[in-house]
């Protein structure tokens, strides 16, 4: 299921944990969660923010850029195998209708995106705790964010355009097709690529290291500016400097 995290301005909300992760409630259309995810910010002080989103995390979080668009309030955006239209997925149609599906048929179809093939022990391990996860929902849970998933709609992207924005997506199977992928990449010509070798549906999870890094990447644009999202003290003049190695050849790549 899709995840959200948020990456404070520094300036506005001074954390010495640089990552919040949030567990959104129960939402049935985008417009409803934007609002929500807004006054979430307004309570902790947030004026702008770095929002990292996996999935339909990452669709939420584009569609929160686009809402405020007239009032920024999204910085930066990482997107990590995310999409930016729901028809991808096939499934318009029956949106209205998950909430009157009990739960087991509800994790059935969520089930059905997961890698069913031979995959290595961290990527099982990752797989296995999602399931732990899933098990956990319940019915109002699982079909408002299915609904969310599926619901008809796209996102506008002269809306958030001016956004820094890094796409993140892996070269093994993984729920996203090769053409919501190009997709990502049209939608955004100048966005920065991070590209994994292997991850599948969760490289945050058994691909952690090679994320965080990715992360640093993205977030090392705003160092020492009043939108870093941590604070510079924390930063030795050593990491930087390998940030800044990383980050070249990761331009280089690309």
């Not at 002269?158 to 097709?177: C, E």
């Not at 966005?191 to 994994?196: Q, S, T």
């Amino acid at each position: 299921m899709g995840e959200i995290k948020v990456s404070p301005d520094y300036n506005w909300f001074r954390s010495t944990v640089p990552l919040k992760k949030l567990q959104y409630p129960v939402y049935w259309d985008h417009l409803e969660f934007c609002d929500g995810f807004r006054k979430l910010l307004d309570h902790l002080q947030l004026d702008k923010v770095h929002l990292f989103g996996a999935s339909l995390g990452g669709f939420l979080a584009q569609k929160f850029a686009e809402y405020t668009h007239k009032s920024p309030r999204v910085h930066s955006l990482i997107l990590c195998n995310s999409f930016s239209d729901t028809s991808i997925f096939n499934q318009t149609w029956t949106a209205n209708s998950f909430w009157l599906m009990p739960s087991f048929m509800l994790k059935k179809i969520v089930l059905g995106n997961f890698s069913s093939g031979p995959v290595d022990p961290v990527m099982a391990d990752a797989i296995d705790f999602m399931v732990d996860r899933l098990e956990s929902l319940g019915q109002s849970e699982l079909a408002s964010r299915l609904t969310l998933n599926c619901q008809n709609s796209y996102v506008e992207p002269h809306k958030i355009r001016d956004i820094p924005v890094t796409i993140m997506d892996v070269f093994d199977q993984s729920a996203l097709s090769t053409e919501a992928k190009e997709e990502m990449y049209k939608l955004y010509p100048n966005a920065r690529r991070a590209h994994l070798k292997t991850g599948g549906n969760f490289p945050y999870l058994c691909r952690s290291a090679e994320v965080n890094l990715y992360v640093q990447i993205h977030l090392l644009q705003f160092h020492g500016t009043k939108y870093a999202a941590i604070d510079p003290s924390m930063v030795s003049a050593e990491e930087l400097e390998v940030q800044k190695g990383n980050l070249s050849i990761s331009q280089e790549e690309q």
